[in-house]
């Protein structure tokens, strides 16, 4: 918590509000939006609207960016830990909204599941494969998609 806690967010708003669950039966009231994994600690991190910069020049919420910066900070210090974690971004928040009393004003952004990986952590050799090589999502100097300039 003390690695999202010092996390850089956008003029250091710090619009971060998490909740963390670890009792059975909130495990489970997470379980209705979206599956844990057997994990035994969940971390609702969600974004208080009132104090997340939005940027004058286009009205951009720095929230999703702020958020998604703390929990990189996050994970990467639970693995320093052995502790495994997994983002998740595709749940339902109205019903983390409703099992945990959250107002309107606070908006349930990720779930952050933590635990301890059953069959070890994997290979980072996995990236060779499992992502797309720099080429195809790095350009120098302007924007283009024509790979061989």
Do not use: W
């Amino acid at each position: 918590m003390s690695a999202g806690r010092v996390t850089p967010t956008a003029c250091n708003k710090q619009p971060q509000r998490i909740i963390v669950v670890q009792r059975p039966e909130n495990v489970f009231k997470v379980q209705k939006a979206y599956q844990t994994f057997g994990s035994q600690c969940i971390l609702i991190v969600c974004q208080d609207k009132r104090d997340a910069l939005i940027r004058p020049f286009d009205e951009k919420c720095s929230g999703d960016i702020d958020i998604g910066i703390i929990c990189d900070h996050m994970m990467l210090a639970a693995r320093e830990l052995n502790i495994g974690s997994v983002l998740v971004g595709l749940f339902d928040p109205h019903i983390i909204r409703k099992e945990f009393s959250i107002p309107e004003y606070i908006e349930p952004t990720v779930l952050l599941i933590l635990g301890y990986p059953t069959n070890g952590f994997l290979s980072p050799d996995r990236h060779k494969t499992e992502r797309k090589p720099l080429e195809d999502s790095v350009m120098y100097e302007t924007y283009y998609e024509d790979r061989s300039l």
